[in-house]
């Protein structure tokens, strides 16, 4: 059981930066991936950034490449979205989700990064990212 919670939304002008937090509780040390997924009124829910626990290797979508950094903090059990250069577009719903299914880790060998949703186990309630013009 994991149960990640969200912080760190907010609203900005275009230009700005966040950063958001997922602190997981529960038995953490059995998460093998975690991800941070973003969802706009009317669309679909849409992979943000990756990160294999383990060994700390991280993954983007093309759309937040070079102003987005996933990372983690093992100690506190949390893992970062830091977001730079923040557009209208980034605005949305944004959820952590962590999964212990050792699939993410398969994946990786063939896709690295790719993780979809229905790897996932466990979600956060997500926190509301609004981005100004």
């Known amino acids: 059981q994991v149960q990640p919670v969200e912080s760190g939304g907010g609203s900005v002008q275009a230009g700005g930066s966040l950063r958001l937090s997922c602190a997981s509780s529960?038995?953490?040390?059995?998460?093998?991936?975690m991800g941070w997924f973003r969802q706009a009124p009317g669309k679909e829910r849409e992979g943000v950034a990756t990160?294999?626990?383990?060994?700390?290797?991280?993954h983007y979508a093309d759309s937040v490449k070079g102003r987005f950094t996933i990372s983690q903090d093992n100690a506190k059990n949390t893992v970062y979205l830091q977001m730079d250069s923040l557009k209208p577009e980034d605005t949305a719903m944004y959820y952590c989700?962590?999964?212990?299914?050792?699939?993410?880790?398969?994946?990786?060998?063939?896709?690295?990064?790719?993780?979809?949703?229905?790897?996932?186990?466990?979600w956060g309630q997500g926190t509301q990212v609004t981005v100004s013009s």
């Open positions: 990160i294999y626990i383990a060994g700390d290797e991280t």
């Open positions: 529960g038995y953490t040390s059995a998460v093998n991936c």
């Open positions: 989700a962590a999964t212990f299914y050792p699939t993410c880790i398969q994946r990786r060998l063939t896709t690295p990064g790719y993780i979809p949703p229905a790897d996932y186990n466990y």
